[in-house]
């Protein structure tokens, strides 16, 4: 039995699949600044009805990123409205955004965001949980609350 799964595996080598052997030797070891970008689906929520078009939606988040997708709404009925950005995971995630309608009237939207990884709600940042940030005392890290 022995041999016969060493008969089928003598001619198999790594660089017959996926297209060959990566040569990490010649990659650039220099950070990018695409390892602190994170891809999220957000909702903004509490939208007035006439700052709801696609337009109005990238200028309310045009702040937190690079703006990938907006979610189609025809119809323009729904009071959220789903947005894939590209963000910054070192800058701390929005809550909120106080904006002025098309009326002159101020309104505050809230923003929610979809399956988000590591999320610290004591600094707002994504990459770590409230063990291990700076911000909370070391006081607050013996209570067990996680």
Excluded at 83 to 88: G, R, T
């Amino acid at each position: 039995m022995a041999d016969d799964i060493l008969e089928r595996y003598a001619n198999l080598r790594l660089d017959d699949e996926d297209g060959g052997v990566v040569d990490l030797g010649t990659v650039n070891s220099m950070p990018s600044k695409d390892k602190f970008h994170l891809l999220l689906i957000g909702r903004i929520k509490n939208l007035p009805f006439n700052c709801r078009s696609d337009d109005d939606v990238k200028e309310i988040v045009a702040n937190w990123g690079e703006v990938i997708e907006v979610d189609e709404d025809i119809l323009g009925l729904d009071r959220f409205r789903r947005v894939k950005v590209l963000l910054n995971v070192t800058k701390p995630l929005r809550r909120f955004q106080r904006i002025i309608d098309k009326g002159g009237r101020v309104v505050c939207v809230e923003f929610a965001y979809e399956r988000l990884p590591f999320f610290c709600f004591a600094c707002r940042v994504i990459g770590h949980a409230e063990k291990e940030c700076e911000m909370v005392s070391e006081e607050s890290k013996k209570v067990k609350l996680w």
